[in-house]
């Protein structure tokens, strides 16, 4: 098969929860393991840092790849879902696994494909640890893909356990309340292993010091531990949190002997995420002014609070209008994201070119009972281009509500 073939073939023979939602869900760990154990079993040859959690974790995996990347190691990145490239969920040293290779990978992998029938994600999960352990990367930093307990990346023992927050999402797997789904977030937990909680919340803290507790790891809460201020290159309203959740975690690596931690590498580290791990989407400027115009994947209520807030707080400061390109899925939970959105923007409903994308008529509809106004388009692009062009030049055109719109609009 062609590069492209190969891609046909798993975007369509595989479900993929991106584009069926729920149906595409592997409720158990049996096909990855069986995957796995076809190719050798490449995660027991990777030493691991598993990344959890409902808001960050993308961020915080970037921001410890990073550093390990300045302290001269060779880092694997795995990564999900991609904005605009299948690749960039798979990355060495900030470089996309190669072509070649997912072709290489799935021509071998077809056999138990066909015998299993693994969901999307299991074969990039496989296929990422397949790659790292033929790159030989020294450090492997692994980001949940959905919960925790049962995700297909919970196959690995890692050195070191990180969970940011606890938010609500996907509660149609995870449950519906905050001790419910720190439960399952909890499962990346592993005996004797160490592990970082980002976040001190009242609900969940009893949930994961009783998980740590029970398998004999050792748990520190990042936030209640002395803070440190880096320069960065990060730009949202979480960087500082991210940055001292990594920089916790980091601290327990070298408490573990398992990392010679130099403060100057950190800040070299976290001042340069973008040119070290290919980091993108989150809070990206895509034009400077005239209008400004940023883009933002946060898609739950706990993202896209602090999203709105600085949103406000900088179209208070430039003194002009708020324009807002708004996309979702079609299983988002909108009685807790709309009431979050301002009702002086002025919006452009739209729908990500995914099966799973809710028709912008239909958000519409939903956002008119919150007070939110504005007129629907078909495509991302088509509401893009109409916000970009209606804005005046002190206005700010925002871009969000789901990773899926976000990629329609990223260079």
């Known amino acids: 098969m062609t590069y492209p073939e190969t891609l046909h073939y798993l975007f369509t023979r595989l479900p993929m929860y991106q ?24 995660e027991q040859q990777l030493r691991c840092i598993h990344v959890g959690g409902t808001n960050g974790k993308g ?30 969920r798979i990355k060495v040293d900030g470089t996309f696994i190669p072509e070649a290779e997912v072709v290489a990978f799935t021509e071998r992998i077809q056999p138990a494909i066909e015998r299993l029938n693994p969901s999307f994600f299991e074969i990039t999960v496989a296929m990422a640890f397949d790659h790292f352990a033929r790159a030989r990367v020294q450090w492997a930093v692994v980001e949940v893909g959905l919960g925790g307990r049962l995700d297909s990346t919970n ?49 969940t803290e009893p949930v994961f010091r009783q998980r740590a507790a029970a398998v004999g790891a050792d748990i520190v809460f990042a936030d209640q531990l002395p803070r440190r201020a880096f320069e960065t290159d990060l730009r949202g309203p979480f960087a500082e949190k991210n940055l001292q959740t990594a920089w916790i975690a980091l601290q327990q690596l070298a408490a573990g002997r398992k990392l010679s931690l130099e403060s100057e590498k950190v800040d070299y580290a976290f001042s340069h995420v973008n040119e070290l791990t290919y980091y993108i989407g989150r809070w990206q400027t895509l034009r400077e002014d005239h209008p400004l115009v940023l883009a933002d994947s946060a898609h ?33 939970d909108l009685t807790k994201a709309l009431p979050l959105f301002p009702t002086d923007a002025i919006y452009y409903f739209v729908k990500a070119d995914i ?15 919150y007070g939110l106004v504005g007129q629907a388009y078909p495509t991302v692009g088509e509401g893009y281009r109409a916000a970009v062009a209606a804005a005046a030049d002190d206005d700010i055109v925002f871009v969000g509500g789901s990773i899926f719109t976000v990629a329609e609009v990223l260079p």
């Open 19 to 42: 584009r069926t939602g729920d149906s595409a869900m592997k409720k158990d760990l049996t096909n990855i393991r069986a995957l796995l154990a076809d190719l050798s079993n490449p």
């Open 59 to 88: 961020t915080v995996s970037h921001l410890l790849a990073a550093a390990l990347r300045a302290h001269g190691f060779r880092v694997g990145l795995y990564t999900s879902p991609h904005y605009k490239d299948f690749r960039e």
């Open 155 to 203: 196959v690995i023992d890692p050195e070191l356990a990180v969970i940011t927050n606890i938010g609500y999402d996907h509660m149609q797997f995870l449950g519906t309340t905050l001790p419910e789904i720190a439960g399952e977030k909890a499962g990346i937990i592993k005996a004797g292993r160490p592990v970082v909680i980002g976040e001190t919340q009242p609900e």
């Open 300 to 332: 739950n209520g706990e993202g896209l609070r602090p999203v709105l807030e600085r949103l406000q707080e900088l179209r208070r400061e430039r003194g002009g209008k708020l324009h807002i390109v708004l996309g979702v899925v079609n299983d988002k």
């Open 355 to 369: 099966p799973r994308g809710l028709p912008a008529t239909d958000l519409r509809g939903a956002a008119g009972g």
